[in-house]
């Protein structure tokens, strides 16, 4: 396997760089930030096809490094609280290993949704849950359609990893008011 090194552009102001597509990385990476901005520059992804929702990774107030495990098909870097220095450098490294993805429907209001074959996915899984949306989200998995196990619950847009093999996950949803329910956006990326 071989190395890849990209670069998150960020902006010398407020705002967000433009999206990277990370597919092709594997599950562990490394990020860089440099430079000599005065600002807090928060590290972001996100699993959907074409990105609209973003998960954060951490917020850097200096430069500084993380090593962690996630599964993303994009990231970029969002610069807020500017006050000057110029435009952080910010670089993602990882091997070549590639990520998959699958998208998992959840219902606009209580119930479960559509079983969604995930038998391909390796181990390693981040699932990014984006979108406005109220009650409880919960994450199932199964190996035969009949039994489910509930691996990750979100109360909130968010993202969790973590390392389990499925042949079918999906989505249900619990405490969904009636008024302003929302539709929760659940995207899935697997890495090995």
Known sequence: MANVTLNLPAPAGNGAGA???VSAMGGVKTIVVGGTARAGITIEF??????TTWAPLRTFQTAGKLVIAVAARWMRAQVAGYRGGGAPNVDVSSDDAGTMFATL???????????VDVSALPLFKTVQVG??????????LSEDAVSWAQPMVFLRPGAQSRAFTATWMRVQRQNVPTIAPGLPLVNVGAVS
């Open 46 to 51: 996100s699993n959907e096809a074409a990105p």
């Open 19 to 21: 999206a990277v597509d």
């Open 131 to 140: 979108g406005a949306f109220r009650g409880g989200v919960i994450i199932e």
């Open 105 to 115: 429907v959840a219902t606009a209001s209580n119930g479960i949704g559509a079983a």
